[in-house]
């Protein structure tokens, strides 16, 4: 780990420790658990419902649905000409095959054997390129997505003096749920695009 990667850590570390255990230097003074720790101070969101409702997810899924069609449709029709082209390879080859000697069969076998192994490769790639494009896009979408989410989490945490945001599923008391104020955010701001 590089030292700047260090001195980040760490000064992360120290303002969650300053925010979490001195939440009046940042104003009114929050409701305190028995154990001391702000609830203010942590907010619960649950991955699940906002992926689920987020309009940059939904988004996010439909496009993920539309993608594995195209690629449905894509993988059926290279393999439809894999199979053409297998058919038309075997037409050929026994065309070749009359009247040789078991010799020059052996050899003509070998050679269009060769042939349909390097179709079925070359198929194997063209549809390995197709998915790794539908892919990046899915992931770049997918980073969009994210940093939508993030955008409004940060807005309402500044606002609501929120330090700290867990997955609801690891909390078992405490904290203030804002997954339905991030749901609510995010759609009107679909709104106003």
Known sequence: MTTRKMIVIL???????L?????????????????????KAVGIIDPAKIQEKFPDYVRLMDLRA??????????????????????ELKRKKETELEGKSEADKKAIEAKYGGLALAKQNEIKGVIATKFKQLQDKLNA??????????????????????VLVLNK??????????SEEVIARGLSKQGKK
């Open 11 to 17: 000064a992360g570390t120290i303002l969650f420790a």
């Open 141 to 162: 979408e997918t980073a969009k997505a994210d940093a939508s989410v993030q955008a409004v989490l940060a807005e309402i945490c500044r606002e609501k003096g929120i």
């Open 19 to 39: 925010a979490a255990f001195l939440p009046q230097g940042f104003g009114a003074a929050p409701a305190v658990t028995p154990t001391g720790f702000s609830i």
């Open 66 to 87: 539309a993608y594995e069609r195209e690629m449905k449709t894509f993988q059926d029709y290279q393999y439809g000409l894999l199979q053409s082209y297998q058919t």
């Open 169 to 178: 599923s690891a909390v078992y008391m405490g904290g203030t749920d804002i």
